[in-house]
């Protein structure tokens, strides 16, 4: 059964939090009914890459049928990720449109050099400028946040892992832009900028290109 259908089973019959596949990456996802103003007219997915998100109907449509195919999934999960963060939502859900779905179709995602700028942003705005404090996250949120690429098939996200060997101190050889947290706390990655990371970087007047 398609995840339209299931939703849509579940706004009729049991309104029950189901397990499926993302739409956006994939991955396991929770999903369940989306009530706006009272009425039901979509899905809320609840998924360890992208987080928490609402398709409404005519967007789970044109993903699932339509446009899935024209746009970037590693694009979408990012953006996602990003609006999350935005202090313009103001606590609101994320909430996509077909009309949203629109302005994605056919737009190219972050190129590496972008993944890696918003890579050390993310650790800097984590680290709030103190040098001894680490940026701690989940490895799926953590690609989907810099704008990885999406995994395909596979449990771990080898974009992200490719980033990070490309920037990650090496002990006792170099310091690069950042050192990392050998000891992973319940599945945890944890980065720490050093000096050049923070003097190369990351701008003096704040870092806020992601995760604001
Ligand atoms: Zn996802």
Redesign the pocket.
């Known amino acids: 059964m398609s995840i339209v259908a299931r939703c849509r089973l579940n706004t009729e019959i049991i309104c029950e939090k189901t397990v499926e596949k ?1 739409p ?4 396991p ?1 929770s999903v369940m009914p989306m009530s706006l103003h009272g009425q039901i007219t979509g899905c809320k ?1 609840d ?1 360890s ?2 987080g928490t998100f609402h398709l409404s109907d005519g967007a789970q449509r044109a993903l699932l049928i339509h446009q899935g195919a024209r746009i970037d999934a590693s694009l979408l ?1 990012h953006r996602i990720r990003k609006m999350q963060n935005s202090r313009n939502l103001h606590g609101n859900p994320v909430v996509m449109y077909e009309a949203d779905l629109s302005t994605y179709v056919g737009q190219p995602a972050p190129s590496p050099q972008e993944q890696a700028d918003n890579l050390i942003l993310w650790i800097g705005l984590k680290q709030n400028a103190r040098p001894e404090a680490w940026a701690s996250s989940h490895a799926g949120a953590l690609a ?1 946040l810099v704008g990885a690429p999406v995994p395909l098939d596979q449990p771990h996200e080898p974009g992200l892992v490719s980033l990070l060997n490309q920037y990650q101190a090496v002990k006792y050889q170099r310091a690069d832009l950042f050192d990392a947290d050998p000891n992973k706390v319940q599945g945890q990655l944890s980065f720490r900028l050093t000096m050049k990371g923070w003097s190369g970087r990351v701008p003096r007047s704040g870092v806020g290109a992601v995760g604001k």
Do not use: G, Q, T, W
């Open positions: 993302c956006v990456c994939n991955l996802a997915y998924c890459r992208c999960s989907a």
